[in-house]
T-cell receptor
Framework: NAGVTQTPKFRVLKTGQSMTLLCAQDMNHEYMYWYRQDPGMGLRLIHYSVGEGTTAKGEVPDGYNVSRLKKQNFLLGLESAAPSQTSVYFC?????????????FGPGTRLTVT | AQSVTQLGSHVSVSEGALVLLRCNYSSSVPPYLFWYVQYPNQGLQLLLKYTTGATLVKGINGFEAEFKKSETSFHLTKPSAHMSDAAEYFCAVSDMNRDDKIIFGKGTRLHILP
């Protein structure tokens, strides 16, 4: 089992460029999440999904879009990158709702927008 | 709304000394509480969680936390710090009514002094 994997690990974008971050899990988990981590801010939820074909907004969804076309994949898109989106992005998944089932995190993607 | 406050963004303890990381929560309903650890350049992993039942919860690597409803606290302790405990620790809260999401605190970085 690879667990939760994230692609790419690092990326530098120029303002206005677009990109997609890929999260994949091989644990047959229903729930998947995208967080961003900024110094002194902890983890903030961007979007999440409670099953294939579903998505929902989290705490800081503006400027991001997501898709969950396949159960094992959760994509995070930046249509027009801004310097404020410079951050470390973490994907997580869980078998069902987190209080009962543990969230498993990926290793992160470090994104810099210049 | 739920929230978590972690007291101290940085805590330093000597190797072999007691580790105490403080977490206070706010929740209008019985909470589920978590501690996660993040080692450098890695994702988060679950240390321990409280859902119901025994208020003293034991986790991995010798850590434990006690749920105190009267104090709205869930402090993390370890009797004797080890160099390998140096990491960032996140307290988090969820509840039975909104159990799709976990709200994270801003984190406490633990430094171990030789």
């Amino acid at each position: 089992n690879a667990g939760v994997t994230q692609t790419p690990k690092f990326r530098v974008l120029k303002t206005g460029q677009s990109m997609t971050l890929l999260c994949a899990q091989d644990m047959n988990h229903e729930y998947m999440y995208w967080y961003r981590q900024d110094p002194g801010m902890g983890l903030r939820l961007i979007h999440y999904s409670v099953g294939e074909g579903t998505t929902a907004k989290g705490e800081v969804p503006d400027g991001y879009n997501v898709s969950r076309l396949k159960k094992q994949n959760f994509l995070l898109g930046l249509e027009s990158a801004a310097p404020s989106q410079t951050s470390v992005y973490f994907c997580a998944s869980s078998y069902a709702s987190p209080p009962t089932y543990e969230q498993y995190f990926g290793p992160g993607t470090r994104l810099t927008v210049t | 709304a739920q929230s978590v406050t972690q007291l101290g963004s940085h805590v330093s303890v000597s190797e072999g000394a007691l580790v105490l990381l403080r977490c206070n929560y706010s929740s209008s309903v019985p909470p589920y509480l978590f501690w996660y650890v993040q080692y450098p350049n890695q994702g988060l992993q679950l240390l321990l969680k409280y859902t119901t039942g025994a208020t003293l919860v034991k986790g991995i690597n010798g850590f434990e936390a006690e749920f105190k409803k009267s104090e709205t606290s869930f402090h993390l302790t370890k009797p004797s710090a080890h160099m390998s405990d140096a990491a960032e620790y996140f307290c988090a809260v969820s509840d039975m009514n909104r159990d799709d999401k976990i709200i994270f605190g801003k984190g406490t970085r633990l430094h171990i002094l030789p």
